[in-house]
């Protein structure tokens, strides 16, 4: 395994492999009375969020402490980032401390690469701009692997706001490596520009029509609508977003009854997901939560317990 | 544990070496090894067997069905890793993790005895003890390994012991299981 993780194509389908049975493994502590293992003790992991976030902050903030490795938060908010000081000096001063572990989310895309290449320590991508939020793939190809058993030849159909989707991006590369048919849907206004060469040579299918690709999906993965983005004329109302693109009542119904529904979360009931999709006993998205500590173990052990090999 | 590398999933490599125990000799060991554990417990009331991967697994679940032979009783067989517990976590790339399997009636209160193949630093079972303090509290802990070659770094003992195999520490003792292995038999070399 590689000394970062910045995105997907930094592991191949063996790390995926390794990193799948690690969260096994790390997935059962999770229901124990003491959930606590030694193997990060003494190691010091910072998770540096520039963007809002609830649950992969406190998702990396709970592994790491489940693996005794002491965690910091620091947000963006009230750090002397909102100072002014450049991203290389905040950076630079957190890692004269001695950290082992990076975690960062940024909204511009390719920060953590930059990142990576001004300190020693090991930079988790948390999420960087539009571009890639490596461990939220991992513990949704995770999700689904669990529930359907092997990706290799499923059906997965990934819907929503496509252009400004890092998880999606990462999605997109994590599932095809695992032998997944994937198909993205999106409004035109919501496809990235120039995804067709992207996706005739990643080997994924793309499609304006959601009533046309859910009958055949094996696992429907939602997007979030980003708020801020509806008022950027990308669709005409939230109303008739729903009715192109959300996962209805309606839909529900043309679903499989164990076809699972994921989101990453946080969901928007009622516009892109309908309450009966997100609390349908079919839907994975509390799996996914709980799938994220154990992913984010797995990877904190991976890149922090060895020596460098 | 210790003795030995990772096992490795081509088990067409060929033990070198003298050997030391034949099937049949492990056979025998591991009888005496579950009449000893019952003998010291007076029967099989609250034990837990629980194996140290790899092949401390296939061992435990060897004494546990000769426990049934003899007493009629299934005993609880279950796995205990300690590959998160490892002193040595540093010095090595990361290892993954073997399935920790607790059986369904937990250890508190248990006799708890814990089976490896290959007894030498210690440090495994040191491992072992913190890895079994983080799932609960047995009221006894055994140790039970199939072979005993030395060499402690740590002040820690077996209570049962298929054979004690002096050796050198140059020397390397190679354990194969049918369960894991296609051979089966212990060697020195």
């Not at chain 2, 003998?39 to 194996?51: F, I, T």
């Not at chain 2, 073997?98 to 040191?126: A, N, W």
Request: proline letters at 6%; charged letters at 25%; glycine letters at 8%.
């Amino acid at each position: 395994m590689r000394r970062h993780l910045l995105s997907i194509d930094d592991l191949d389908v063996d790390d995926i492999d390794t990193l799948f049975a690690t969260a096994a493994e790390m997935h059962d502590v999770q229901r124990r009375e003491v959930k606590k293992l030694p193997a990060l003790r003494g190691r010091t992991v910072i998770n540096l969020f520039f963007e809002d976030s609830t649950r992969t902050r406190s998702s990396f903030e709970i592994a790491g402490k489940w693996l005794s490795a002491d965690t910091i938060n620091i947000a963006a908010k009230g750090s002397s980032a909102s100072k002014g000081e450049s991203l290389r000096d905040t950076v630079l001063t957190i890692a004269a401390m001695g950290v082992d572990a990076l975690v960062m989310r940024h909204p511009a895309s390719g920060a953590a690469l930059q990142v990576s290449q001004w300190v020693d320590a090991a930079v988790i991508n948390a999420g960087d701009g539009t571009h890639e939020h490596p461990t939220q793939a991992l513990l949704d190809a995770y999700t689904l692997r669990r529930r359907l058993g092997t990706l290799e030849g499923q059906k997965i159909a990934i819907v929503g706001d496509l252009t400004h989707s890092r998880v999606f991006r990462s999605n997109v590369l994590c599932l095809t490596k695992l032998g997944a048919e994937v198909t993205v849907v999106a409004p035109p206004t919501l496809m990235p520009s120039g995804i067709g060469p992207w996706s005739a040579q990643a080997g994924f299918a793309t499609s304006y029509d959601l009533d046309e690709v859910l009958p055949e999906a094996d696992a429907v993965m939602m997007l979030r609508v980003q708020r801020e983005r509806m008022s950027g004329g990308y669709f005409p109302s939230p109303r008739e977003y729903t009715v192109g693109y959300g996962l209805t009542r309606d839909r529900l119904g043309v679903l499989g009854p164990d076809v699972p529904i994921c989101h990453p979360g946080p969901m928007n009931r009622g516009l892109e997901i309908a309450a009966d999709a997100a609390d349908a006993a079919q839907s994975a998205v509390l799996d996914q939560v709980s799938a994220g500590v154990a992913i984010r173990m797995a990877v904190l052990y991976h890149l922090l317990a060895g020596e460098e090999s | 544990m210790c003795a030995q590398p990772e096992p490795d999933a081509n088990a067409d490599v060929h033990p070198e070496g003298r050997t030391v125990l034949d099937s049949r000799d492990i056979a025998r060991a591991l009888t005496r090894i579950a009449h000893e554990i019952l003998e010291r417990n007076k029967g099989a009331a609250d034990l837990v067997l629980l194996g140290i991967p790899s092949r401390g697994v296939p061992l435990a679940r060897r004494v546990g069905e000769r426990i049934r032979d003899v007493e009629g009783v299934d005993v609880p067989v279950g796995a205990l890793d300690i590959t998160m517990y490892r002193d040595d976590l540093r010095r090595h790339p990361a290892r993954s993790p073997h399935p920790t399997q607790v059986p369904p009636g937990g250890i508190d209160g248990k006799t708890v005895v814990l089976v490896d193949d290959v007894l030498y630093s210690g440090r495994t079972v040191r491992a072992a003890l913190d890895a079994l303090n983080d799932l609960g509290r047995p009221d006894v802990v055994r140790l039970a390994v199939l072979v005993d070659r030395g060499h402690r770094e740590l002040p820690i003992r077996a209570d049962h012991v298929g054979k004690n195999l002096p050796s050198a520490r140059t020397e390397r003792v190679m354990v194969r299981l049918a369960d894991t292995d296609d051979v089966e038999g212990v060697w020195i070399g």
